[in-house]
C-alpha cells in the first residue's frame, strides 16, 4: 500500500473504498476498492477533497481490510449465522435464522481490545429474526498486520465460536391458574391468554390450563400431573405476592423441585419464582406479567426456549439492566431492559 497524489494515479489501483457525503441526502460509495483509476477520475476525486489517495501494493506481512473484515467475520460467526460481503471496509454477520442470540462477552473484550481490530455486536441473549444484523466487523487501517488478524481469529474460535443463535424449541407448556376467586368463578382467568399471546413466537404448544384453588397440596398436584402428561415447561399464575392467602411458592416447592430462585432483581418481575422438577421449568408468574408490557418473562422464557438450563447466577445478573424504564411506547428489545449479560 503506497500513499500517491491523485493527479498521479492513473492506471493505479484503488486500495479502499471512498465514500461521498451529501448532507441530509445521501451517503454512498463513490469509488470501490480495487477500481483502477481513470483520467476522467480525477477531478472527481478532487471534488471530494481528495488530493491523495492509497493505491494497493501487496505486503506479506499485511492483510487488506476487506480480506481482513472477511475471515474475522468467518471465525467469529457460529450457528445460526451468515455474513455480506464488504462494504466499505465493513463487513456484517446476520442472522440465518429467529432465535437467541450468544456473544462470548469475555472473548469479545480480547478481541476488541487487539490493536486496530473492531466488532461490535448487539446484546447477549438478544431475539434475532431471520436476516437481522448482529454484528459488524472491520479493522482500522486499509491493511493490518498478519499476527494482529490472526490472533483475533484465534480469540473468536475459543473456547467456541464467539458468536451464534440458538433455535427456538417448540416446548409442551402447562398452565397452572392458582387464586380461589377464579377457581369458584367469581372472576374470570386473564393470564392464560397473555401467556399464550407471548409464547407463540417461539412455537410453544399448550398442553393445557389448569385451574385450582389456593391450596399448596392441590397446586403440587396439578402441576406433577401435567408433567407427567407431557408439559415440559409448566407456568403457575397468581398467588406470587407475600399475601397470606397467595401460597403459590408454597405449592411449587412441595413438588420436590429444586427452587433456583423466588425472587428476581428485575422490575417489574420481582416476585417471579424459578424451580426445575428434574428437567422442567416450572415459573412463577407475579401478576406484573399480565399487565405490563415487558417484565422477568420476557427476559428468561427466551432462554428457556432455546434450550438452556436457568441457574441462579444468571437470575442475580439481571440486576444490572433489570429496571424497565415502561417508556410510553415500548421498544423491547431494542432497549437497555436485562441487556447487561
Not at 492509497?54 to 467469529?76: G, K, M, N, S
Not at 424449541?169 to 399471546?197: A, H, M, N
Not at 445478573?317 to 410510553?328: M, R, V
Request: hydrophobic share 40%; charged share 20%.
Amino acid at each position: 500500500m503506497r500513499k500517491v497524489p491523485v493527479a498521479e494515479a492513473v492506471g493505479m489501483v484503488l486500495c479502499h473504498d471512498i465514500t461521498r457525503i451529501i448532507p441530509g441526502r445521501e451517503k454512498g460509495r463513490a469509488f470501490r476498492k480495487g477500481q483502477v483509476i481513470t483520467p476522467g477520475d480525477i477531478p472527481k476525486l478532487q471534488d471530494l477533497g481528495k488530493e491523495h489517495i492509497y493505491v494497493w501494493e501487496p505486503e506479506i506481512d499485511l492483510i487488506h481490510e476487506d480480506e481482513a473484515a472477511l475471515r474475522l467475520a468467518r471465525h467469529a460467526a457460529g450457528p445460526g449465522l451468515y455474513w455480506d460481503q464488504p462494504n466499505q471496509g465493513r463487513v456484517n454477520i446476520r442472522a440465518e435464522r429467529e432465535g437467541l442470540l450468544k456473544v462470548q462477552a469475555n472473548e469479545l473484550l480480547l478481541v476488541n481490545n487487539l490493536e486496530d481490530i473492531v466488532m461490535a455486536t448487539l446484546h447477549n441473549n438478544r431475539l434475532v429474526t431471520k436476516g437481522q444484523v448482529v454484528a459488524g466487523t472491520r479493522v482500522v487501517p486499509l491493511a493490518v498486520q498478519r499476527q494482529i488478524l490472526e490472533e483475533a481469529e484465534s480469540i473468536c474460535g475459543e473456547p467456541g465460536p464467539l458468536l451464534s443463535v440458538k433455535p427456538f424449541q417448540p416446548l409442551w407448556v402447562g398452565v397452572v391458574t392458582t387464586g380461589s376467586e377464579v377457581y369458584s368463578g367469581r372472576i374470570k382467568d386473564g393470564f392464560c391468554s397473555v401467556i399464550k399471546q407471548k409464547i407463540a413466537p417461539f412455537g410453544a404448544r399448550v398442553l393445557g390450563q389448569i385451574i385450582v384453588p389456593d391450596d399448596p397440596e392441590v397446586i403440587s398436584r396439578e402441576i406433577r400431573l401435567l408433567i407427567a402428561d407431557g408439559a415440559e415447561l409448566v407456568m403457575v399464575t397468581g398467588g406470587m405476592s407475600v399475601d397470606p392467602d397467595d401460597v403459590t411458592p408454597a405449592g411449587i416447592r412441595a413438588t420436590g423441585a429444586e427452587v433456583v430462585s423466588y425472587g428476581a432483581p428485575v422490575l417489574p418481575g420481582a416476585m417471579f419464582m424459578l424451580a426445575y422438577l428434574g428437567h422442567v421449568p416450572i415459573c412463577g408468574l407475579p401478576g406484573c406479567v399480565m399487565f405490563n408490557k415487558s417484565t422477568i418473562f420476557d427476559l428468561i422464557i427466551p432462554r428457556i426456549f432455546a434450550g438452556e438450563r436457568i441457574c441462579r447466577s444468571d437470575i442475580v445478573a439481571l440486576g444490572h439492566g433489570g429496571l424497565c424504564e415502561e417508556c410510553e411506547v415500548c421498544r423491547y428489545p431494542a432497549c437497555s431492559f436485562g441487556k447487561a449479560t
